[in-house]
């Protein structure tokens, strides 16, 4: 049995009937804006002394010192790219369960709660707020940044993986089910095969986003090649700093091309 599809369009309902209140509306968010710009306080002095700088970054930029501070780089560099990879594996490995956990069609109502407030947690504090914390209770360093990424990827992926299982085909799941098997194995056998995709590529994009932030949380302590960059910056090193930029936009470009090849060969 075939289903008929509309083939033209209609434009969809508007949710303010009146067109004298969606004007009203529109009239009011503009003034809003307008009177929030105006609200900001421009130092013009400031500006014309940072576009100064900012030409000398620029300049740094385009002639990078890879030498001078490269024991510093290199060092920061594998700091990073040690927490990228220990951050991304530990923090996948906890989010399965809290994943499977948050999904609402397998998992009891009360697990399902414990797991959503865990990553509503972990999604509500962006990861400069939780370095600082770590580094607060734990000093600068390396391991400050691996809690705080391991965090962060335990909220990114239990979410995205809890909605994947929530949206799964429901006839694969029944057919287990139907077989007698057991809750694990209905986990294995329904569950996994049509979700593992999905975790492999969302666990590359992680990576990538974890090597990025690596790169930020460094500037408040939390070690890798931010602290590098901060430290170059600060001492208006700019060919320096330009030389860390470039590295971290290879990496990135590398580990994009790279995860976007795999993502294609898992599927």
């Known amino acids: 049995m075939s289903t008929a599809y509309s083939t033209t369009w209609r434009k969809p309902p508007q949710m303010i ?6 004007i009203a509306l529109a009239l009011g968010a503009l003034l809003y804006l307008v009177l929030a710009i105006g609200t900001i306080e421009v130092n013009w002095t400031r500006v014309i002394a940072g576009m100064e700088r900012a030409q000398r970054f620029v300049a740094g930029f385009l002639q990078p010192d890879f030498t001078t501070r490269w024991r510093d780089i290199s060092n920061g560099l594998m700091e990073s790219l040690t927490m990228t990879f220990t951050s991304t594996v530990v923090g996948v ?16 109502a009360w697990v399902y709660y414990i797991c959503r407030s ?35 990827t335990i909220g990114f992926i239990g979410k995205l993986l809890a ?17 007698g098997a057991s809750w694990m194995q209905l986990i294995n056998y329904a569950i996994q095969p049509q ?8 666990s590359l994009y992680r990576l990538d986003i974890n090597f990025r932030e690596s ?8 070690g890798g090649i931010g602290a590098a960059l901060n430290t170059s ?7 320096s700093a330009g030389a860390i930029l470039l590295i971290i936009i290879a990496i990135v470009m590398v580990a994009e091309y790279s995860s976007g090849y795999l993502r294609k060969w898992v599927k």
Do not use: C, H, K
């Open 163 to 179: 909605e994947d299982i929530e949206d799964i085909d429901e006839a694969q799941a029944e057919a287990i089910r139907a077989t």
């Open 195 to 202: 979700v593992m995709p999905r975790l492999i590529g969302l």
């Open 215 to 222: 790169a930020v949380i460094g500037i408040v302590g939390a």
């Open 233 to 239: 910056l600060s001492r208006y090193e700019y060919s």
């Open 93 to 108: 490995l906890i989010s399965i369960p809290i994943g499977v956990g948050a999904a609402r069609n397998i998992a009891p």
């Open 118 to 152: 865990i990553i509503a947690a972990s999604r509500a504090l962006q990861e400069i707020i939780v370095a600082i914390f770590f580094v607060a209770l734990f000093g600068f360093g390396a391991f400050a940044g691996f809690l705080t990424l391991t965090f962060a």
């Open 17 to 22: 009937q009146s067109r004298g209140w969606r």
